[in-house]
């Protein structure tokens, strides 16, 4: 189980996230969404526990996100995912395999495992000559090397084709309901909506709509209703032999009715319209905080410096890097 409260990640006099609070139980695929720069690869790097929150906590069944044994234990997927180009698929692996020193016999069989379960194709292929898609899948099997309880993928199926989204966002899916638990960020609404149990949107690093799609819907959506009359009211459109006229409650339907009675005239048809997700995310994406992300003078513009050694999960991280 993931528990994030009140993390908050302040750059110098900027505030990246200003106070995310949410929970993410096993089984669940939880999404973040949110326009660029709203905060959500520090949010889920923080839950990686690859940054300090300045204030807040994220912990992760239990134990602070930044602790080894946790951080151990977690499978993170990065928007971005180099990965050392003279390997192939098997050998990439099972070098990270021996980072998070998963007996050989073992490694080998997840590794298969994995790439069996996400059909890999050209396992012995150097990766430096595959395909974005395989890349990712690769990527992906990465994260699950550790067996990880809890994965945080951020963006997985960015810059995929439709086929080869489809498939990581099933994967994902399975993942969720082989219990895992899973934290997840997109920009894709349709992913979004697709595969997510929970979401909470983010919009100038603060979280402005949260729960299931329906309750987002319900919550910050319209309900339009388009009324059809067989005469002509005030603001109506010709529509074939009708008139048409968009209101936005059943107070205004009935207002429209008497215009129509009035003229002689009757409702024919009222049909109504729910917002969709992404009409509600452009609607709170485009819609100006009233607090500043400025803050005082900054305390913390080095997330990633503690001052400590290195500990096993970093020095992963770095051969990571090192690979870009
Ligand atoms: N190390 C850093 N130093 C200073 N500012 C940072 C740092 N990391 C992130 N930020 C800023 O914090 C804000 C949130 O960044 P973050 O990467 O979390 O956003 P995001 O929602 O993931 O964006 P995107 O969709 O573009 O990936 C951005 O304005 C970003 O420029």
């Not at 089984?27 to 300045?54: M, Q, W």
């Not at 439709?162 to 609404?189: I, Q, W």
């Not at 995310?281 to 410096?305: I, K, N, Q, W, Y």
């Amino acid at each position: 189980m993931i528990r994030v409260e009140g993390l908050r990640k302040v750059y110098g006099d900027f505030a990246a996230v200003q106070g995310s609070t949410f929970t993410v139980e096993p089984g669940e695929i939880f999404g973040v969404v949110g326009p660029n720069g709203a905060g959500k690869t520090t949010t889920l790097k923080s839950v990686a526990g690859l940054i300090e929150p300045t204030e807040g906590s994220a912990t992760v069944a239990g134990s602070p996100a930044d602790d080894p044994a946790t951080r151990s234990a977690l499978g993170f997927l990065p928007e971005e995912s180099p990965l050392y180009e003279d390997m192939t698929a098997r050998s990439y692996l099972r070098f990270f395999a021996d980072l998070y020193d998963v007996p050989r016999e073992v490694a080998d069989e997840r590794i298969e495992s994995a790439l069996d379960d996400l059909e890999l194709e050209h396992r012995e292929r150097r990766l430096g000559d595959t395909s974005k898609g395989m890349k990712r899948k690769v990527a992906i099997a990465r994260s699950l090397v550790n067996d990880p309880d809890v994965l945080v993928y951020d963006e997985p199926a960015s810059g995929l084709d439709p086929l080869t989204t489809n498939y990581v966002l099933e994967f994902t899916r399975e993942l969720a309901e082989s219990g895992k638990t899973v934290l997840f960020s997109a920009h894709n609404l349709y992913h979004v909506e697709s595969i997510c149990d929970r979401v909470v949107i983010m919009n100038e690093g603060e979280i402005v709509a949260r729960g299931t799609v329906e309750e987002i819907r319900a919550e910050h959506g319209e309900t339009t209703y388009r009324v059809f009359t067989t005469v002509p009211v005030a603001g109506s459109d010709p529509d074939g032999d009708r008139h048409v006229v968009a209101v936005g409650s059943m107070d205004a339907v009935e207002a429209v009715r008497e215009r129509a009675t009035e003229a002689g005239g009757e409702v024919a048809d009222i049909r109504t319209r729910e917002s969709t997700l992404e009409e509600i995310f452009l609607d709170m994406a485009g819609r100006p905080m009233p607090g500043s992300r400025r803050v005082g003078p900054g305390d913390d513009s080095r997330s990633d410096a503690t001052g400590r050694p290195a500990t096993g999960a970093e020095k992963r991280e770095e051969a990571s890097e090192a690979a870009k």
